[in-house]
């Protein structure tokens, strides 16, 4: 079964504090994989794709990497304003469907 | 330029009631999808429609059908709403070019 696991599930950081969060992925054939930011009572606001293993890409202070088994978004030097959930979601084999793990809400405080 | 929109933002409903949510999307994308999303279960996908006059079940199709009504519309409805239909609702586009899914806003329901 097509799963994507995201850890850990809260992540509270001081402002300049960097961490990474951690998406593993058991995605038979995995076409991308996919990382969008959610804030409270908003509709998921899309980030980066990765397609192939070694794969990586850069936001303002987020950097996604992608391995065969699992992905990592780092967030350098961290401001309030990064505070939200992240979700990491899979693409299956066929292209049709993302699988989404449960996300990491990450906490930035001054 | 609105991106994908969904109406209502906000439904509340008796158990066995009826209703249908409308999704829009200016993008001129073929591609669109209804999720739902539980606290701890993360987005799901309910139905999807690959283009115009298509559509497929994904992962939680029970309880719901979907109409593709035109390039830009796609309805979800509920025939009769049950208690664990209770959820938030999110569409989303893509286009041809790439696999990214574009989110609308979300419908907060809840069925009493």
């Known amino acids: 079964e097509d799963q994507v696991t995201q850890s850990p599930e809260a992540l509270r950081l001081q402002e300049g504090e960097s961490s990474s969060l951690n998406c593993s992925y058991t995605?038979?054939?995995?076409?991308?994989l996919f990382w969008y930011r959610q804030d409270p009572g908003k509709g998921p606001e899309f980030l980066f794709t990765?397609?192939?293993a070694g794969e990586e890409k850069e936001k303002e202070r987020l950097k996604a990497t992608l391995t065969k088994k699992e992905s990592f978004l780092h967030i350098t030097a961290p401001k309030p304003e990064d505070s939200a959930t992240y979700l990491c979601?899979?693409?299956?084999?066929?292209?049709?469907?993302?699988?989404f793990g449960k996300g990491t809400t990450l906490s930035v405080s001054s | 330029n609105a991106g994908v929109t969904q109406t209502p933002k906000f439904q509340v409903l008796k158990t066995g009631q009826s209703m249908t949510l409308q999704c829009a999307q200016d993008?001129?994308?073929?591609?669109m999808y209804w999720y739902r999303q539980d606290p701890g279960m993360g987005l799901r996908l309910i139905y999807y429609?690959?283009?115009?006059?298509?559509?497929d079940k994904g992962e939680v199709p029970n309880g719901y059908n979907v109409s593709r009504l035109n390039k830009r519309e796609f309805s979800l409805r509920l025939e009769s709403a049950a208690p664990s239909q209770t959820s938030v609702y999110f569409c989303?586009?893509?286009?041809?070019?790439?696999?990214?899914?574009?989110f609308g806003p979300g419908t907060r329901l809840t069925v009493t």
């Open positions: 979601a899979g693409l299956n084999q066929a292209g049709t469907a993302l699988i």
């Open positions: 995605v038979s054939g995995l076409r991308g």
């Open positions: 429609s690959a283009s115009e006059g298509t559509t």
């Open positions: 989303a586009s893509r286009g041809v070019a790439s696999y990214e899914q574009y």
């Open positions: 993008m001129n994308h073929n591609s």
């Open positions: 990765l397609y192939s």
